[in-house]
């Protein structure tokens, strides 16, 4: 079974840009959540969405949204890109709401110039 | 408010030797726990977790955690390390079944393994 794909992988972006991040979860998951990881810290939450609808957010500002199809696949959007929002940006999909332990995918690596 | 602190930032320790990581965490209910391992550049492995039951849950690659809860503790432990351990570790504390809550992860414990 496929695990948790996200894409791309890396990118470059410019300051001012934006930029789509995409995840598909496993096959049957309903719940996906996208972290936000600078290099040497613990990842950060900014979104959790269960059954297409929006079900958790952290403390990111507003350039930051994100949906999920009804495929449960799901996007994650960043608008007018700061130098700070490089990072790896993890997807994270679990069966149901509650958290059983999610299967993260690989992420995709930001990097903002 | 949810917290996780892990008091350690760097670790290392010789290949064979014992090794426990520690982790803090703060919830105003009954927790969820977790302990994820990442390797450079790649995305959280779930080593374990803890849900209810046993405080001394068994995961993947000879971890595991015990929870107490009267020190809000949920050390990892592994009885003899090896080489391909060398990770970053990462303590994460979720919600309860009644809410949709994040889970909230620490600051990580990066372990050398030395041979």
């Known amino acids: 079974d496929a695990g948790v794909t996200q894409s791309p992988t890396h990118l470059i972006k410019t300051r001012g840009q934006h930029v789509t991040l995409r995840c598909s979860p496993i096959s049957g998951h309903k719940s996906v959540s996208w972290y936000q990881q600078v290099l040497g810290q613990g990842p950060q939450f900014i979104f959790q969405y269960y059954e297409k609808e929006e079900r958790g957010r952290g403390n990111f500002p507003d350039r930051f949204s994100a949906r999920q199809f009804p495929n449960y696949s799901s996007e994650l959007n960043v608008n007018a890109l700061l130098l700070g929002d490089s990072a790896l940006y993890l997807c994270a999909s679990s069966l149901v709401r509650v958290p059983p332990g999610y299967t993260f995918g690989s992420g995709t690596r930001l990097t903002v110039v | 408010a949810q917290s996780v602190t892990q008091p350690d930032i760097h670790i290392t320790v010789s290949e064979g030797a014992s090794l426990e990581l520690r982790c803090n965490y703060s919830?105003?209910?009954?927790?969820?726990l977790f302990w994820y391992v990442q390797s450079p550049g790649q995305g959280l492995q779930l080593l374990l977790k803890?849900?209810?039951?046993?405080?001394l849950v068994q995961g993947i690659k000879g971890f595991e955690a015990e929870f107490k809860r009267s020190q809000s503790s949920f050390n990892l432990r592994k009885p003899s390390v090896h080489w391909s351990d060398a990770a970053e570790y990462f303590c994460?504390?979720?919600?309860?079944?009644?809410?949709?809550?994040?889970?909230?992860f620490g600051p990580g414990t990066s372990l050398s393994v030395i041979p």
């Open positions: 919830y105003g209910a009954t927790p969820y």
């Open positions: 994460a504390v979720g919600g309860s079944e009644t809410s949709y809550d994040k889970v909230i």
């Open positions: 803890y849900f209810s039951g046993d405080t």
